[in-house]
């Protein structure tokens, strides 16, 4: 069982920067898959990043080069580090958790936060 608690959204200028993070409880939490995803109101939940046990990632190409996201296994913890952002980069954005996602959607993750809201002005 894995408990995850989102932190870190906020308004932010076009073109500023935030930093999410994911707090997860758990022992095992090193092996784990995490990811993030993002739900704009009226659409549908969007994959944004994840990232392996072993630190590997793969990110959405509407973020790509513009997103970061990391893990620090010791302090079970999982970031997003959202640079350049914009207008369209705003929305609820989620951490979800799974042992062995079979694929890139929002359905292959059994445990997620509460989610944090971001909001990019114009």
């Known amino acids: 069982q894995v408990q995850l608690v989102e932190s870190g959204g906020g308004l932010v200028q076009f073109g500023g920067s935030l930093r999410l993070v994911c707090a997860a409880s758990?022992?095992?939490?090193?092996?784990?898959?995490m990811a993030w995803f993002r739900q704009a109101p009226g659409k549908e939940r969007e994959f944004v990043a994840r990232?392996?046990?072993?630190?590997?990632?793969y990110y959405a190409d509407s973020v790509k080069g513009r997103f970061t996201i990391s893990r620090d296994n010791a302090k079970n913890t999982v970031y997003l580090q959202m640079n350049s952002l914009k207008p369209e980069d705003t929305a609820v954005y989620y951490c979800a958790a799974d042992r062995n996602p079979s694929s890139f959607s929002s359905s292959s993750y059994n445990y997620w936060g509460q989610g944090t809201q971001v909001t990019v002005s114009s």
């Open positions: 990232i392996n046990w072993s630190g590997g990632t």
């Open positions: 758990g022992r095992t939490f090193s092996s784990y898959y």
